[in-house]
């Protein structure tokens, strides 16, 4: 059997830039489509709140999530790729069935809540381009989503949408088109400001659940197992996976990228939306239209400067809407499927796990049904972050025991660094939910 523990002699290092540079976006994989999947509709509409109801207040949270996001979600990658099996197969193995049935619970009905928000979000950009009734849009985003998870690789058509995302590179654009207090922008990047009030720790708590979310955690687990199969990965006497022995510290690295740059994404969205927005008085994002207005300075020049900033807003949203809505879903297959001992994999065909598929299929097509219940889109995809920010803490809570055991981890298990920054995440969140909470209370 084929060990992996020492690097092989007959890949020796190439010296050439260009080949050094290639290896480095090789390695990029479940990170990276994790992060890009974490600036998701439901991201983009709370960042946007966030700098049009209160400026630059908020902007420290893309900074000191950073080490936070790469900590858990390195965590979740490490127990997927050490014990071969996604987050709820680890649950299920150490915890009792009632935990096990909580945690699924609460990762689904999150997941479907938010696969609902995205699609009205999807369907309300594309509104923006093409005037056609909502609904349409909503069924249309479905169809193609369901469509493209269960026939295709979502490997393979997340290649050619995650170059939609690229249209997120319009906030940094308009930040650096229109004149920024740079020196006041730095400032409330580094030093935190709070206010004891529900609106504020309502919107904060939305920030911190729609970067740290659920569906994060038991997709990038379990894409890393996706990983090992296609790598031809098998398991020791043990039980364990045999690893490549860079496979970690790939990860690491993949995982560092991805989340860095869904930070800077939030850091850029709430620049640009407190300077065009909440410095001219727009101070609620109702629909998708005003969000798109914060892009208006970059494309000025242009005749109908607001239909390109709408078009170049819908673009955006319908890339990382239809790159995230199957990361939902199949998160909640890959739960539901290893709770129960089922097939899964979107490395399998449709009649090899059924039971799989059939989870994709339905959360998808309840979060369709979400969008006929007459919930404002913009309002709908705000909760759903509140909502991830308040489910996160209890699946925090475990990864951080299970980030810690030696019994379940081994010589793997988190070190001293990891296991605070694991529990500090679980911390953090929990007093954003309880002050929420608390400034309810008369």
């Not at 529990?423 to 939910?433: D, E, I, N, R, S």
């Amino acid at each position: 059997m084929q060990q992996f523990s020492e690097k092989p002699d007959a890949l020796p290092e190439d010296p050439r830039p260009a080949g050094a540079l290639r290896r480095f976006f090789r390695l990029l994989g479940p990170g990276v489509i994790t992060g890009a999947a974490d600036d998701d509709p439901s991201g983009i509409a709370t960042y946007s709140q966030t700098g049009a109801q209160f400026g630059f207040g908020q902007l420290w949270t893309a900074l000191y999530q950073i080490p936070l996001m790469v900590a858990v979600q390195e965590c979740c990658a490490r127990i997927g790729s050490v014990t071969g099996q996604g987050l709820a197969g680890v649950i299920r193995q150490h915890y009792s069935r009632s935990i096990l049935v909580v945690m699924v619970l609460l990762v689904v009905v999150a997941n479907t809540i938010n696969i609902g928000a995205d699609i009205g979000a999807v369907a309300a950009a594309a509104q923006l381009v093409v005037k056609a009734p909502l609904w349409v849009f909503t069924v249309l985003t479905t169809v193609i989503v369901v469509t493209l998870e269960v026939q295709i690789s979502y490997k393979t058509y997340a290649k050619a949408l995650k170059w939609l995302a690229l249209a997120l590179l319009a906030y940094p654009a308009t930040a650096f088109m229109i004149k920024e207090p740079w020196g006041e922008i730095l400032r409330a990047t580094v030093i935190p400001h709070v206010e004891f009030s529900f609106q504020f720790l309502f919107i904060v708590t939305g920030v911190f659940g729609t970067s740290i979310s659920p569906y994060m955690f038991f997709w990038q687990a379990s894409e890393e197992v996706e990983e090992e199969i296609a790598l031809g990965v098998t398991n020791g006497d043990d039980g364990q996976p045999r690893l490549p022995w860079d496979f970690l510290s790939n990860m690491r690295i993949d995982t560092a990228v991805g989340m860095v740059f869904a930070e800077l994404a939030q850091w850029f969205i709430i620049i640009t939306t407190g300077s065009v927005l909440f410095r001219h008085g727009i101070t609620n994002i109702a629909t998708a239209a005003d969000a798109a207005a914060a892009l208006e300075p970059l494309v000025r020049s242009f005749p109908n400067s607001g239909q390109v900033a709408r078009d170049l807003f819908a673009v955006g949203v319908i890339g990382l809407g239809l790159l995230a809505i199957p990361v939902l879903a199949g998160s909640a297959a890959y739960a539901m499927a290893e709770a129960f001992q089922w097939r899964e994999g979107l490395s399998r065909k449709f009649g090899e796990a059924r039971g799989f598929y059939g989870v994709i299929i339905v959360s998808t097509g309840v979060g369709l049904l979400l969008n006929f219940t007459h919930i404002n889109p913009m309002k709908a995809l705000v909760f759903t972050a509140v909502f991830n920010g308040i489910a996160a803490v209890p699946l925090l809570f475990i990864i951080a025991r299970i980030n810690a055991s030696q019994e379940i981890l081994g010589l793997n298990r988190g070190g001293p660094i990891s296991r605070t920054l694991v529990w500090l995440t679980f911390g953090v969140m929990g007093m954003c939910a309880l002050g929420m909470f608390a400034t309810l209370l008369p």
